[in-house]
C-alpha cells in the first residue's frame, strides 16, 4: 500500500467511525480528552507540537484534527499531558464525551478530517558540528517545542545511518560545495576560513577529490534515503543545492575556487533534470562572484540588481478527506504569512516539475514559496527562506526567541512537518 | 559593500546638470519623477524617453531613465539612450557615467574599458571616469577587477593615492585591513569626511588584524591617522586608552583641537558601550579636555557636563574637581543643573553636611520644584548615614507624594514597620521612577505580612543595607526572620537574605537562604524562593536540579504571577530558547 492510501485509509475510519466503535488506538475508551485548540486561543502554538510529539513518544494515540481550529490536537485525558501541558503553558481544553461526538460530527460533516498519529518520527538534523543552533530555524523550533533530534552530518550520511531516522532536516546546507557562493566576497572572514577548512578536510578524509564531488555525494545518499521512504525538509539554500547537485552529476556546476575547475559555461544545457526532486530547466548562474545558483530563486536577495521586494504568501486550501498529507502540511491559525528571505527565498513557478504541490505561494507573483512532492516511497517538502521570524536575517545576527514568537504561523509550518511523518507506517527499507 | 564615492558622483552630476533641463521639459520630467516615486518604474522610464526623444543631451532625463531601468532589470536598454546622449553633447559626468554603469551591469568587458578609456581621454587628470569603473567592479563584487582598475588609474594619473577610498574598500573587503588603514589615512588627508567611513569600514575588524591596523595608524605623522587609532580602540572596547591616543595627537590650535575631541565624543556616543562605566569615565575625560581649551560659559559647561560624566563613572574625585573648576553649586546664582551634579556627587562620596550646605547657598537660585527634589535627596543622604532625625527634619514640610515615599523608608530605617507602610502606601504606585514604585511594591510586600508595629532589628538591618554593610545586613536580616513564623515575614526575610547574597556573588549562602524560604507554609513567599532558586541553578550549571525546581514552582504554584517567568527559566533550563 502506497503511503498516501494508507493514510487516506485510515484517516477516513477514524473520522466516520462512530465515537463507540471506535478502534482502541484511536481514543475508542471512556472518560474525558484533552483538546488542544490550535486556533487563536491556544496560548503557545509551537510548544503544542511538542506536547503531541511527547504523548506519540509515551505510546498516546494521537487524533490531529485537520481544519479543525487551526489543526487541533485531541488525545484521551492522561496527567502526563496534563503536566506537560501547565509546564509549557499550552492551552487546553477538556471536552467530555458528548462533546467529542459532536467534534467529530462536526469533522464529518465539513472539509475536515481526524488523522490517527502513530508514533514519534526519529528526527535528524543534518548540520555541521559546529553550526550555532540559532541559526536553523528547525533546530530552534524542535528546541523550543521540545522534540528530541539528532545531528548528522557528512560522515554519517556517508556511512548510511540515514535510513536509521524517520525525518531528515536540511537548512542551508550548500550542496553545491561552492561555500554559500560567499568565498569572494566574504574573504577572511574566519567563520568563512573555517567553514572550508572544515569540508575540505571531510572531503578528504571520505576519499573524495574535492568539496563538491563530496557534497554530491551526499546530496545522492539523502536523495536514496527519500527514494526508500523516507521524509525530507529542507529550507533556504539546501533546496535549490540539493537538487543542482542531483542534477549535476557529471557536470562541472562549481566555481574554480571549489573544485580547481571553471565551471562549465555549458551546464544548464547538460544537467540531469529526471535526477532532481523539484526542479528542472533552471538557468544556472554563472558569474563565481555573483552569490546565486540559478533562477530557481525567485528573490535573488545577494545580487542587488535583481533582488525582489518581499510580500506575503498564502497558504493553499486542500481537501482534508481527499488530499490529508497536504493539508496537514499546511494547518495554521493564519492563511497569510509575512514573507522572509533566505540565500534562496522562493521557487520560480517556471522552474518545477509538473508534478510538485504547491503548498503556498504569493499570489500574482512569479515564485511559490512552500512545495511538496513524492520521490520513490518517501516524499520531500521544500521551504524557501531562513527565518520566518527574521525576514532580513544576516549573518551574525542575535539569534530568534521563539519564546516572543510563540504564534508564529511561518514556524508552525515546520513543526508541521515534523508531525506529518507520525501520521504514517514506517516503510524505510533499511 | 558600499559605494560611498559613486553616490557622491551621481548626486553631484544631478545637482550640476539639473539647471541645464530647460522649461517646456519640465512636465515630462516631473512626470517621471512622480511615477518613480509611486513605483511604476516602466511608466516612468516611458515618461523620460518622451523627453530624451526631443532632448538627447537631457541629462535629468538620462539619469532619471537609468534610476527607472535599473529596478526594471532593463539596463541594457540604456546603451542606445547613453550614447546618444554622449553625442548630442551630454556632460561627460553624465553621459559616459551612465554608459559605465550599464556596461557593468549587462556585461563588463571590452566594452566597459573603452567608455572608460573615451572618459578619460576627454578628462585628463580627473579621477572620475577610474572612479565609476571601479564603483561598477565593487558592485558587481568583482575585486580583481576593482584592483586592476585601481592599478591602471594611479600609473596613469601619476598619484600613488589616486582612488584611495575605493582602494580601502577593496582592501578591507579581501581582508588586507592594515592595507585598508593605509589607504583610509590617504583618502582622509584628501577629505576628512572620509574618517566616519574609515571607521565604519575598519570597525569590524577581527580582533586578530587589530594590533597592526594600530600600528599603522599610529605610524602616520599626520595626527589623523592617531586620532582615528583611538577613535578604534574606543569601539573596540578601550576608550579611555582611545582617548588618551586622541589627546596625544591634537593640533596645537585650540579650535581645531576642540573640533576633533568633539568628533572622538561623537564617537565615544555612537559606540555600542556608551553607557558602561569606562565609556562614561572617557567622556568626561573628553569634556575636561575640551573645557581647557575653551573660556567662559563654554569651558563652564564643558566641566558641568565633564563633572557629570565622572559622577556616572564613579569617580567623584574628579567629579569635585569639575565642578570645584567651574565653580558650580556654591554661588547663589548657579544653575539648577550645576547644583543638582554637585549634590550627587557630594551624596555619592556620602558627604550629606556639604551637599545640604550646598544645596542650601543656591537656594535662591533653583525652581521650588527643584528644590524640594534635592532636598529629598539630601534627606535620604542623611538617613543612609544613620541620622534619621536630621533626615526627616529636611523633609518635615515636604507633603508631596514623593516626600511620603523617602519618609516611609526613612520610617522604615527607624524599625517603625507601621508608619512606613502607612507612608509607603499612601506614596501609591505611580511615584518616583519606574524602579522606585518597583522597590517600593517590593518593599509592601514584605512589610503587610509582619504583624508586629515595631521591629528595630529589621529598621537596623536595612539601614546596614543603606551604608552597603551587606554582611550586617544580611545577619540582621536573617536573625529576625528567625523571630517570624514563615508566613508573617520569616521566609520573605529569608528570600532578601537570598538575594542580596545573590547580588554578592556568595552563591551558596543565596542557595542556602532560598531553600530556606521556600517553605509551604508561606506560599505567598515559596513562588519567588523556587523561582531564584531555579534561576540560580541555571547559572550554576546545575540544569536537572533547575528543571526539577521550576518544573515544582509552575506546577504548585499555577496561579502565580510568576508562572511566565519561572517558565522561562524553564526554557533557558532546557536549552531550548538562547540564553539572555
Known sequence: MKRRDFVRAAAGAAALAPLGRLPRFLGGRAGPWILVPMDDAQSDHLKAYGLAYRALERGVRVEWLINYRGGSFLLPAESAAARDAALNGISTEAPDDGRVTRIRGEIQQ????????????????????????WDDAVTMALDYAGVKYEKVWDPEVVAGKLPTFDWLHLHHEDFTGQYSKFVLNYAG?????????????????????????EKRAVAQRISGFVERGGFLFAMCTATETLDLALASDGVDIAAAYADGTPMDPDAAAKMHWDRALAFQHAQLELSPTTPSYSDIDGHQVNAPDRRQPLGSFTLFGFSAKIDPVASMLVQNHRQVIPDFYGLTTSFTRRTLKPAVTVLADEPGAPWTKYIHGEHGQGTWTFFGGHDPEDPQHQIGDAPTDLSLHPHSPGYRLILNNVLFPAAKKKELKT | MRRLPGAITLLAAITVTGARTTRAQQPALARGLDLERQGSFAAAADAYRSVLAAHAADPAALLGLERALVPLNRSGELLAPARAAIAAGVSPAVGYAVLVRTWSAVG????????????????PGDEAPYREWVGAAIG????????AAISLARRRLGRADALAPEAAQVAVAEGSWTTGAVEWIAAIRQMSGFRFAALAMLSPAPERARPDILRQLEQDGSGEGRRLAGTLVARWGDPVGGFRLVASSLPTENGEAVERLNQFLEALQLSPAAAATPARQARGMTLEAIAARTSGAAAARARMLAAQAYADAGDAEAARRMFDGAGAGREPAAPASAVGTAVSVLLGEGRADEAERRLQAARAGVPPEEYASLARRVAWGWARRGELSRAESMIAADSTVEGLAVAGRIALLRGDIRGATARLRAAGPYTGTREEASARASLLALLQRIEADSAPAIGAAFLALEKGDSTAAVA??????????????????????????????????AERLFRAADQEAAPATAPAAELELGRLLVSLGRRDEAVSTLEHMILTYSTSALVPQARRALDEARGAVPRT
Do not use: C
Request: net charge positive; hydrophobic share 45%; charged share 20%.
Open chain 1, 110 to 133: 465539513g472539509n475536515m478530517d481526524a488523522v490517527p498519529l502513530e508514533k514519534a518520527p526519529k528526527v535528524a538534523v543534518y548540520a555541521p558540528p559546529n553550526a550555532a543552533p
Open chain 1, 189 to 213: 572572514a574566519p567563520w568563512l576560513s573555517e567553514m572550508i577548512q572544515r569540508n575540505t578536510a571531510m572531503a578528504k578524509q571520505l576519499g573524495f577529490a574535492n568539496v563538491p564531488a
Open chain 2, 108 to 123: 563588463p568587458g571590452d566594452s566597459l574599458r573603452a567608455a572608460v578609456e573615451h572618459w578619460a581621454a576627454l578628462a
Open chain 2, 140 to 147: 558587481r563584487g568583482d575585486r580583481a577587477a576593482a584592483q
Open chain 2, 476 to 509: 540582621g536580616f536573617v536573625g529576625a526572620a528567625g523571630k517570624l513564623p514563615p508566613d508573617r515575614g520569616g521566609a520573605e526575610l529569608r528570600l532578601l537574605a537570598g538575594r542580596i547574597e545573590l547580588a554578592r556573588g556568595r552563591l551558596p549562602d
